[in-house]
């Protein structure tokens, strides 16, 4: 186990790092066979920007990650100011045992249309460690009608729950390995970005795109 | 190979398109930031051990243990205090933690649970281990605990394997040094000492050798001279063996931490002491019995303590550079907390710099005069020298003009006792061969002079005076920031530099360096200063950390890019995060560094 803190410290300290040339390949997870359509086209998952946008970006999240959510506004931000992002919400709830009410709370209420009320009312709490009745509280303030939330939730848990069990089997297959992750065009981007950091990224993809 | 299967993971998708990284390194593995020991203590109680990477940290309220399925009272220390907007503070540890379990059973399975996150760039799921009483074994458990997903009522427990890849922290091939057998490692070390030898870092150490060995120059058999020197070597090397303690106690950095003002005063005072005895006023100064403790004499048992000493403050106050090897083996010992491996990495690499120390102090010692006036004259030689050393020392905490004073009382006044000398000769007889001595003299007292006015008229650049000559480097000129470097000694001045150049959209030099730091002035003098260097680095932003004072100051910018001391070179890009790829720790050369450049625009 400690032999290998030494090779990356050595590694970083003499500067090698690798640039991997993938092929193409499927991933199969737990028997679940993890499709390009079912990260970029999943008809349950809720999507925001620009739909006919020429670059798609990818977000997986948890309500319960401070660092999701300081990211979360310069993305916001610039799938606004760019006009042609669309963004794709994948509700990760790996961190804390409430993170899985947010996310229950959020895709429940997709089901009244106003996903995007929610999912921003969650990620406007900041810190970690959000209560269950912050959450609900928020969500309320958003405007969401709650008896119809909690109706919905119950009426479609099978879609709610399987929805969130493809956003942890893509994860995985993808090999993030915390929150947020990002995937922006070709791009892999497991950590938070400033709104540089996406601006860059961003047209990086789109020049890959392009050749 | 586990590496091979991490890689696998990442590589797997890619289902109908190309997934790429968009930064070489990428994230780190749970398991690579947050690494768990476990041992059993005295009174039978388990306890935990976490070393965390720099950068990271761990959540106190996230760690918990269960035994059966039945949680156990886990004892934690108290946190550092993070600002939760939320919660107000939250507890977190940063570089180690550690909690126990009192009066757990002789068998069984305790999981463990712990959580944490990188410092404002990713947080990872609770990652549980599974300790196996019998044996304190450590093995992976996550996803046989209890899970936030997998209590829901929504039924979306992801596959057990959710994270496998985060298990696969085992990095199959050996590269640092560190791993590997221990003897090759040791071997390793050794080699790399002797090689660190030849560098400037040593050279203080060459005066305070000879000046040692000077001493008992009357005397000095082989034997004498090899015990003097093997006992001055073998202390440095134990100072080194020292420092990888002092790392995996404190995770920091000894030799720096050292250079506080009461250290170094304290060892140029002992230089002076000696230069003193060197001048022959030594024992009008001080009692007897000080005097047999600090002046080493000839036959005296005293002597061989006097070079252990020496070379014991010498190695950690008089040459505090910071090399890869020693970085490389420092970072180990602070983050595995393997005390001993490192450390005796690091004496081996003490025992390789003293190789050519030891060597030294053996022969040349037989080849120096015996005696007489010859021997009179070499021990004030090296006693001038040592004053220069002790003033060069003082240099790190000391106002510059009063620095430049020193100097310039130590030139001429060596000028006009040189002089003094050639005309108190029994016969004053002005011969060819005092011509150069006469010179010698006159040059000495006019440079002191030269460098007094300057001292009194507020400017001092010591060596830049012979700067013209080549003679010697050009040093201190950074304090202006003229070679365009911005200088920053603390952190919010480093975040504004920062913050301006991310503004630019540039990317950006880091160059931690201090006064002290001999390595950091010859690579300003030669790789910063080398035209295609500088060519290369127009389009960045040049920021020099100056970490001349080990403050809480200096400490929180090192700590925050896991420098080690200096000199670290490190690159961000324009989006202010490091590129690591591009880092440079220790002396350099101007390819490699154009490598770096290159490197650091590619990220």
């Not at chain 1, 979360?72 to 409430?98: C, F, N, Q, S």
């Not at chain 1, 709370?105 to 009312?121: F, S």
């Not at chain 2, 022969?363 to 001038?384: D, E, Y």
Request: charged residues 15%.
């Amino acid at each position: 186990m400690n032999d290998s803190v030494s090779r990356n410290t050595f590694l970083r300290l003499a500067g090698g790092a690798a640039v991997l040339l993938l092929t193409k390949t499927f991933a199969r997870s737990a028997g679940n066979e993890v499709t390009r359509d079912m990260i970029l086209a999943d008809p349950e998952a809720p999507i925001g920007g620009n739909p006919d946008g020429d670059l798609a970006i990818v977000d997986f999240f948890d309500y319960n990650c401070p660092f999701c959510k300081k990211s979360a506004t310069h993305l916001e931000r610039l799938v606004k100011t760019d006009g042609r992002i669309k963004l794709i919400y994948k509700d990760w709830p790996i961190l804390t045992e409430t993170s899985i009410v947010g996310a229950q709370l959020a895709l429940g209420a997709k089901y009244q249309g106003k996903y995007l009320e929610a999912h921003r009312a969650l990620m406007n709490i900041p810190g970690y460690g959000i209560s269950r009745e912050q959450m609900i509280d928020a969500v309320r303030k958003s405007g969401i009608d709650l008896a119809r939330l909690d109706a919905d939730v119950q009426s479609n848990a099978d879609a709610i729950g399987g929805l969130i069990k493809r956003n942890l089997t893509i994860a995985e297959a993808i090999g993030l390995q915390g929150t947020p992750g990002f995937l922006i065009g070709p791009y892999k981007v497991n950590e938070a970005l400033t709104y540089e950091g996406f601006q860059h990224v961003v047209a990086d993809a789109r020049a890959r795109q392009r050749n | 190979m586990a590496y091979a299967r991490a890689i696998r993971f990442v590589t797997l998708f890619l289902l109908a398109f190309w997934l790429v990284p968009a930064f070489a390194a990428g994230p780190k593995l749970a398991d690579q930031v947050f690494r768990l020991g476990v041992t059993l203590g005295e009174d039978e109680e388990l306890d935990f051990n976490w070393s965390i990477e720099p950068g990271y940290y761990l959540y106190r309220d996230k760690l918990a243990a269960s035994l059966g399925g039945k949680p156990l009272k886990l004892t934690t220390a108290q946190g550092e205090l993070k600002d939760d907007p939320n919660f107000g503070p939250t507890e977190v540890y940063h570089r180690e933690a550690s909690a126990y379990i009192e009066a757990v059973p002789a068998k069984g399975e305790v999981l463990v649970t712990f959580q944490g996150c990188g410092e404002n760039t990713i947080c990872y799921p609770p990652v549980t281990k599974a300790i196996d009483l019998a044996t304190l074994a450590v093995s992976d458990a996550t996803g046989r605990a209890e899970r936030p997903h997998d209590s829901s009522s929504a039924e979306t427990g992801g596959p057990s394997g959710f994270h496998a890849a985060g298990a696969a922290s085992d990095n199959g091939a050996d590269a640092s040094g560190l791993d590997g057998s221990y003897i090759s490692t040791l071997l390793t070390f050794f080699g790399f000492g002797f090689l660190l030898a030849f560098t400037p870092c040593m050279f203080p150490m060459l005066p305070i050798l000879s000046g040692m060995l000077t001493q008992s120059a009357g005397r000095l058999s082989l034997a004498r001279g090899f015990a003097l020197s093997a006992s001055y070597v073998l202390a440095m090397a134990s100072a080194y063996g020292v420092l990888g303690i002092f790392a995996a106690w404190f995770g920091g950095n000894l030799q720096a931490a050292l250079q506080t003002p009461v250290a170094v005063t304290l060892m140029s005072a002992v230089f002076v002491v000696l230069a003193l005895s060197m001048f022959g006023l030594y024992e009008l100064q001080l009692p007897q019995s000080l005097n047999a403790k600090l002046v080493p004499r000839n036959g005296e048992s005293g002597s061989i303590g006097g070079a252990a000493l020496l070379g014991f403050t010498s190695a950690l106050i008089v040459g505090p550079c910071v090399t890869p090897p020693l970085a490389a083996a420092l970072v180990y010992v602070a983050q595995t907390g393997n005390a001993l491996r490192g450390s005796s990495a690091l004496f081996m690499l003490g025992l390789g710099m003293g190789l050519p120390l030891l060597l030294l102090g053996t022969f040349g010692a037989t080849v120096l005069p015996k005696s007489g006036a010859w021997l009179f004259r070499i021990k004030q030689v090296f006693g001038v020298i040592l004053i220069g050393v002790a003033l060069w020392m003082m240099s790190r905490i000391l106002p510059l003009p009063l620095i430049a004073t020193g100097w310039s009382v130590l030139a001429a006044g060596t000028g006009a006792w040189i002089a003094l000398i050639a005309v108190n000769q029994p016969e004053p007889v002005w011969r060819l061969r005092q011509v150069p001595v006469v010179a010698a003299s006159a040059a000495l007292v006019v440079y002191g002079l030269f460098l007094a006015g300057g001292a009194i008229a507020g400017w001092y650049e010591p060596l830049r005076s012979l700067a013209w000559a080549g003679i010697a480097p050009s040093v201190g000129t950074w304090h202006q920031g003229e070679d365009g470097f911005q200088i920053v000694t603390n952190e919010t001045d480093l975040d504004e530099a920062i913050a301006a150049g991310r503004a630019e959209g540039r990317p950006i030099l880091v160059d931690f360096s201090a006064d002290w730091c001999t390595e950091c002035r010859l690579m300003e003098r030669t790789v910063l200063a080398d035209e295609i260097v500088r060519r290369r680095l127009n389009g960045v932003r040049l920021i020099r950390a100056d970490v001349t004072r080990y403050d809480a100051q200096s400490r929180n910018i090192m700590r925050r890019f896991a420098v080690v001391g200096p000199p670290t070179l490190i690159f961000l890009n324009p989006m202010g995060t490091e590129v690591e790829s591009a880092r440079t720790v220790g002396a350099t050369v101007a390819d490699d560094f154009l490598a770096k450049i290159a490197a650091a625009e590619r990220g």
